[in-house]
């Protein structure tokens, strides 16, 4: 284990679930793949997937053992068994809290929409390769409210989390920052405009004249 302690080093400002780095490397001991794995992939990814591996049960640690995904892979393998033991469905209320129904809107040909069931975020999630299903309980609770943004063919791009009158955070896939892609971060800023809820606090997204286009 010694040999993954430099590489936590990096994390130190973070909020990076040191047990989990620790773990990762009882299932991926070549150093190298560990060490491209902490470069390469984003800070929520690596957060997450070392969450997700400190909740895991014995099952999926002997699953995992037996049969470990590549370490790329892992965020996903880990979220698939997390959903399948700890998530079951249920409904959210959507109507209740005016804010809700003032969120969800057509913009263009944009659909900016609450889930009303815990598997549509669960399902999210998995499109978009991140934990937003695990805010389902949180959202049912009215303590956030998760928005999902879908564009002119229906495919789901973005999720964002809402909360006290302001974004929190707007994701992409693998958790990237919606200032990544020009266009949806124009889209949901002009959203957020239109529903009256506060972005610029939000540090995912960024105001158009000082966004960097970003292809495909």
């Not at 400190?54 to 640690?61: F, K, L, M």
């Not at 815990?118 to 956030?144: F, I, P």
Request: proline content about 3%; glycine content about 4%.
């Amino acid at each position: 284990r010694s040999t993954l302690f430099p590489y936590t080093t990096l994390f130190r400002s973070t909020n990076f679930c040191r047990l989990g780095l620790l773990m990762l490397h009882d299932y991926y001991v070549d150093d190298n793949a560990l060490f491209r794995f902490l470069m390469h992939k984003s800070a929520w990814q690596i957060n997450d997937t070392a969450h997700l591996l400190e909740a895991s049960d014995d099952a999926t640690r002997q699953e995992l053992n037996a049969h470990p995904p590549r370490i790329q892979d892992l965020h996903d393998w880990l979220t698939q068994r997390f959903r399948r033991k700890y998530q079951p469905d249920f409904a959210i209320d959507i109507e209740t809290e005016p804010i809700r129904r003032r969120l969800g809107m057509q913009l263009d040909q944009v659909r900016f929409f609450l889930p009303d069931q815990a598997k549509t975020l669960y399902d999210a999630g998995d499109l978009l390769h991140n934990c937003v299903g695990s805010y389902a309980e949180r959202m049912k609770c009215g303590e956030t409210h998760i928005v999902l943004m879908a564009n002119d063919r229906g495919r789901l791009v973005a999720c964002i989390e809402v909360s006290k009158g302001a974004i929190r955070q707007a994701k992409l896939d693998h958790n990237d920052p919606v200032s990544k892609k020009s266009e949806i971060n124009a889209k949901i800023i002009e959203w957020a405009k239109a529903v009256r809820i506060e972005y610029k606090d939000c540090s995912d997204i960024q105001e158009s004249d000082t966004v960097l286009e970003q292809t495909a």
